[in-house]
């Protein structure tokens, strides 16, 4: 029987909902809190995350692969930015009160 990849057995699925429950979890930590304190909490966790990218007894492809990561991660970052903008403006433009 083959697996459809909607279905939760999909193992990016599966990584994408549990995801998901870790940023409504952090959510209300860094709700209220102003930008710099916010932009230094996820820095401290995006650091621990790259630190923890090593390539035991090679410095050069340990670099490497902390690039390669960030870079990814980056990516990441900017397509949610797009996905988020483009709800906002949906929103927006479909009279949402909290867009007042």
């Given at each position: 029987?083959?697996?459809?990849?909607?279905t939760?057995?999909?193992?990016?699925?599966?990584?994408?909902?549990?995801?998901?429950?870790?940023?409504?979890?952090?959510?209300?930590l860094?709700?209220?809190?102003?930008?710099?304190?916010?932009?230094?909490?996820?820095?401290?966790?995006?650091?621990?995350?790259?630190?923890?990218?090593?390539?035991?007894?090679?410095?050069?492809?340990?670099?490497?692969?902390?690039?390669?990561?960030?870079?990814?991660?980056?990516?990441?970052?900017?397509?949610?930015?797009?996905?988020?903008?483009?709800?906002?403006?949906?929103?927006?433009?479909?009279?949402?009160?909290?867009?007042?």
């Open positions: 029987m083959s697996v459809s990849p909607a939760p057995a999909d193992p990016i699925m599966v990584m994408t909902i549990e995801a998901e429950a870790v940023e409504q979890a952090i959510r209300p860094l709700a209220g809190r102003g930008s710099a304190v916010q932009a230094g909490a996820l820095a401290g966790l995006l650091a621990t995350w790259i630190a923890g990218h090593r390539i035991r007894g090679d410095r050069a492809g340990t670099e490497s692969l902390r690039e390669d990561m960030l870079a990814l991660h980056l990516k990441a970052v900017r397509q949610l930015v797009e996905l988020y903008d483009l709800d906002a403006a949906a929103s927006a433009d479909a009279g949402d009160p909290r867009d007042a």
